[in-house]
Each structure stands twice: as C-alpha cells, then as structure tokens.
C-alpha cells in the first residue's frame, strides 16, 4: 500500500507559478514510478508528467512542456511538480499517482495502483 497526499494548489493569476507536492508514505516511495495528472470540470482526467524511479527519466503532456518541471526526493518521500507560467486552461483538480510494477512511468492513467485525493489549482485570467 502507498498513501499519497499532495498540498501546494490554490489560486493564482495567469502567468504566475505553483509547486504541487505529493507526500508518500506505506510501501518504498523509491521503488514506484510516479505521475502527475489532473482533471478539469467536465473533462476525463489527463496525463500532465512522469518520471522515473530514480528521477532520471522524464515525460510531459505537450500542453506543459517547457512550463511543468516534474522532480522526486526519495529520501524525503516526495514528489513535486513545478508549475510556471500558468494559464487558464490548466486549471483542475491534480492527483499524482504512485505505480509500483514499473521503472518507467505511463501517461496512461490505468497503469496507476495509487492514488491521492488531489488538490485544486485555479488560474486566473
């Protein structure tokens, strides 16, 4: 089992930034594949970022790339998400999520066993 809650979201104007964490705690944080998703009202929920085990390898929806910088600590159990030059369309209610079976992470959201409760980010325009 891995519980996972994250923290950071809020309100912000549009070109503003926000760093999401995600806090992991049960089964070895190292040994999960992590991502990013989010989910806006109306909408499926979307893949925004992975990375790694160990933090090396990385991917990004193209919606965030070059704006979104995914990064883990694995001796602090926490996974974080960087979030620059924020628009209005990127508000959503984000999860991470925590898969155990891989090194590499997926941008499909079914390959995920674990899940936190998420945390709301509203942009502004």
């Known amino acids: 089992q891995v519980r996972l809650v994250e923290s950071g979201g809020g309100l912000v104007q549009a070109g503003g930034s926000l760093r999401l964490s995600c806090a992991a705690s049960?089964?070895?944080?190292?040994?999960?594949?992590m991502g990013w998703f989010r989910q806006a009202p109306g909408k499926e929920r979307e893949f925004v970022a992975t990375?790694?085990?160990?933090?090396?390898?990385?991917n990004y929806a193209d919606s965030v790339k070059g704006r979104f910088t995914i990064s883990r600590d694995n001796t602090k159990n926490t996974l974080y998400l960087q979030m620059n030059s924020l628009k209005p369309e990127d508000t959503a209610v984000y999860y991470c999520?925590?898969?155990?079976?891989?090194?590499?992470?997926?941008?499909?959201?079914?390959?995920?066993?674990?899940w936190g409760q998420g945390t709301q980010v509203t942009v502004s325009s």
């Open positions: 999520a925590a898969d155990p079976n891989r090194t590499f992470g997926s941008s499909s959201s079914s390959q995920y066993d674990y």
């Open positions: 990375i790694s085990r160990r933090g090396g390898t990385t």
């Open positions: 049960g089964r070895t944080f190292s040994s999960c594949a």
